[in-house]
């Protein structure tokens, strides 16, 4: 379980938190299993993308590096049981700052997210 909760840890940061700083969909791809889906709610607006347009809305958006905007990516915790995990994580990027919970589920044994849900936060 120790070592799951180091290869979650190893992939949020690597492929997650690059990815959405750089604006990198091939990072987020990699982490992100096809037909994920994303809820929650931003500035008490709901949200809700699939993964494609989520990956097609960070392509096409001014990356957080390139903003020069502020960002930290931090884990809060995770949760492992067996071959499922959530991951709660709070992303500090532009001028937000969410919490979010990512599932996670180990395929092929490599540690993918299958759903995220977010929240923006007042901080």
């Known amino acids: 379980m120790k070592e799951d909760s180091l290869a979650i ?16 969909v091939e990072k987020l791809g990699r982490i992100i299993y096809p037909g994920t889906l994303l809820f929650g709610d931003v500035k008490g607006q709901p949200y809700a993308k699939t993964r494609e347009e989520y990956l097609d809305a960070v392509k096409n958006r001014q990356s957080v590096k390139d903003s020069g905007k502020p960002f930290k990516g931090t884990i809060i915790s995770i949760d492992v ?28 044994n490599q540690w993918l997210i299958v759903n995220k849900m977010l929240s923006d936060v007042a901080r």
């Open 9 to 24: 840890t190893a992939a949020l940061e690597s492929d997650y938190f690059p990815g959405i700083y750089e604006g990198d």
């Open 81 to 108: 049981v067996n071959t499922i995990a959530v991951a709660k994580v709070h992303v500090k990027m532009y001028d937000f700052n969410y919490d979010e919970f990512l599932s996670f589920h180990k395929i092929n």
